[in-house]
Nanobody
Framework: QVQLVESGGGSVQAGGSLRLSCAASGIIFSIGTMRWYRQGPGSQREWVAVITSSSTNYADSVKGRFTISRDNGKNTVYLQMDSLKPEDTAVYFC????????????????WGQGTQVTVSS
């Protein structure tokens, strides 16, 4: 069974830092683009950051404070979050394009279950 599992969420005061991890497990032939999204209370899910094999990009709201990275050997994507603000409070989800025995040679999008990040003022 192929799955993405996030970890690293928690509660922190404003100005603090957290590092989220998202590990892909199961039979995976290759991993393409990996992304982080978040969904705050009463809000729609929004895109936060993306990493390909050669580039990264960020939502304006987190640019300069968050850093996305990946370890291909561990099938893991990370989100380093610094200078956290109360408005960063949300459930954070990872999303990845995976080529698996079940995807007929194509990349299919998988989602993790989410991890809660709470930032207090």
């Amino acid at each position: 069974q192929v799955q993405l599992v996030e970890s690293g969420g928690g509660s922190v005061q404003a100005g603090g830092s957290l590092r989220l991890s998202c590990a892909a497990s199961g039979i995976i032939f290759s991993i393409g683009t990996m992304r982080w999204y978040r969904q705050g209370p009463g809000s729609q899910r929004e895109w936060v950051a993306v990493i390909t094999s050669s580039s990264t990009n960020y939502a304006d709201s987190v640019k300069g404070r968050f850093t996305i990275s990946r370890d291909n050997g561990k099938n893991t994507v990370y989100l380093q979050m610094d200078s956290l603000k109360p408005e960063d409070t949300a459930v954070y989800f990872c999303n990845a394009d995976l080529r698996t025995p079940y995807s007929n040679g194509h990349y299919s999008a998988y989602w993790g279950q989410g991890t809660q990040v709470t930032v207090s003022s």
